[in-house]
């Protein structure tokens, strides 16, 4: 048992007064390589990392559940019946519950009709879930995959659903996509669900092949560092909308399906027929697929310390075509290049979060220190910098 066990035990017996019938827990994720590729049907690279959300849960016997989360005041309790009421959120409108329920409760909503799930789902039990995080909130590290992860691998299994992975993977995006109002794609929860120790998951989104490819950051010597630059983002508005939008556009112009049935050698003519933006946000998208292409095959040929010019060129690409870094992350991504980082990117949505850093081992402290004097010398706000190694993906903890 984590802390984080403890602290949502906790919170479950002081809402219930008994014990959980069960802890389950998923993680957040990095993404090594492969940004807005995911809702193009494009290729991933992401892993789990350490920080874990955890669900304590138990059966009630008036169909009812409660949602209680050590980040919320107050418990949110709806009955069963009611959340075909609820959900899903009309585009562009905040759901009819608290956000933070509405992720919890959407993974109820989506799992009661997932396909492929048991009938006994209709008739499962009411709940008490007591939720508590050591994902930060906001930093591009999937704080959402990993409550959708941890409760629906405990819906799974108190209400007999059967469903594998992938299928629970699902169940979370559509919570996240109907429930919550985000138009993301499927990586996080997929990274969430599938993550392993010491490996990335390289995640065809189409057909949502995942294999496990080896990293060994810690064997080469050197360290993964998160640089969460407190630039708080959402993606249930504006900026991930309107990207994902440009990319339909670009698509139908090209027409085909999505932009992972255009390759590098088609970009001169997806150039001539469309505008400079759409272009632009086209290009990104098609590289970065080639970029994860390259970057598993660098991978399992030469080893991580060879993959930091594929990191800076995808941070490029981020800044300058698909235009969704941010000051901050620039400045991250820039210090800790200046300092020696091997390759340095941002990672997740954009808009704000956070940056990733391949380093030397024992360049952990002078980049880190590099990263907070440019931070404070451009007077923003202090980042958070903190390692992280690839992690196991959701369990049941007790
Ligand atoms: C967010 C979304 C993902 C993905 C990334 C960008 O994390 O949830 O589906 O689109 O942004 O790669």
């Given at each position: 048992m984590t802390t984080t066990d403890d602290a949502a035990t906790a919170l479950f017996t002081e809402l219930t007064g008994c014990a959980p019938a069960g802890v389950w827990s998923a993680p957040g994720r990095v993404n090594l390589i492969g940004e807005h590729t995911d809702y193009n049907d494009g290729f991933v690279l992401p892993f789990a990392i350490p920080h874990r959300t955890v669900a304590a849960v138990g059966p009630r016997d008036d169909r009812r559940i409660r949602v209680a989360s050590t980040f919320a005041d107050e418990p949110v309790e709806v009955a069963i019946d009611e959340l075909a009421e609820l959900?899903?959120?009309?585009?562009?409108k905040a759901p009819a519950v608290p956000e933070w329920a509405a992720y919890p409760l959407g993974v109820a909503w989506a799992l009661r009709q997932a396909?492929?799930?048991?009938?006994a789902v209709i008739t499962g039990a009411g709940l008490d879930i007591a939720i508590a995080s050591d994902v930060p909130v906001g930093?591009?590290?999937s704080s959402s995959a990993a409550i959708e992860g941890a409760t629906a691998s405990a819906l799974n299994e108190l209400w007999e659903a059967g469903l594998d992975r992938i299928a629970l993977a699902r169940v979370g995006r559509r919570a996240e996509n109907e429930a919550v109002g985000a138009p993301t794609g499927i990586m996080d929860q997929m990274a969430s669900m599938l993550g392993e120790p010491d490996a990335a998951i390289f995640l065809?989104?189409?057909?949502?092949d995942a294999n496990l490819v080896p990293v060994g950051i810690a064997e080469a010597g050197l360290a993964i560092l998160v640089m969460d630059t407190r630039v708080k983002h959402a993606h249930?508005?504006?900026?991930y909308g309107e990207r994902r939008a440009a990319c339909e556009r670009g698509a139908a112009i090209m027409g085909?399906?999505?932009?992972?049935?255009?390759?590098?050698?088609?970009l001169p003519r997806a150039e001539e027929l469309m505008d400079d933006v759409t272009f632009r946000r086209v290009r990104h998208v098609v590289t970065e697929n080639q970029r994860v292409l390259d970057t598993v095959r660098v991978l399992r040929e030469?080893?991580?310390?060879?993959i930091g010019d594929l990191l800076v060129a995808s941070h490029a690409s981020m800044r300058?075509?698909?235009?969704?870094?941010?000051p901050e992350l620039d400045t991250a991504v820039e210090a800790a290049l200046a300092a020696g980082a091997i390759g340095a990117r941002m990672t997740g949505g954009g808009f704000g979060g956070a940056a990733i850093a391949l380093i030397e081992q024992d360049a952990v402290q002078h980049v880190t220190d590099a990263v907070n004097a440019a931070f404070a010398a451009s007077s923003f706000t202090a980042p958070v910098i903190f390692t992280v190694t690839p992690s196991a993906g959701a369990h049941r903890d007790a």
């Open positions: 959900f899903p959120t009309p585009t562009g396909e492929g799930a048991s009938d930093a591009g590290l065809d989104c189409r057909s949502l249930s508005t504006g900026g085909v399906p999505s932009l992972r049935d255009v390759s590098v050698d088609d030469e080893g991580a310390r060879a300058d075509d698909f235009e969704i870094s941010v």
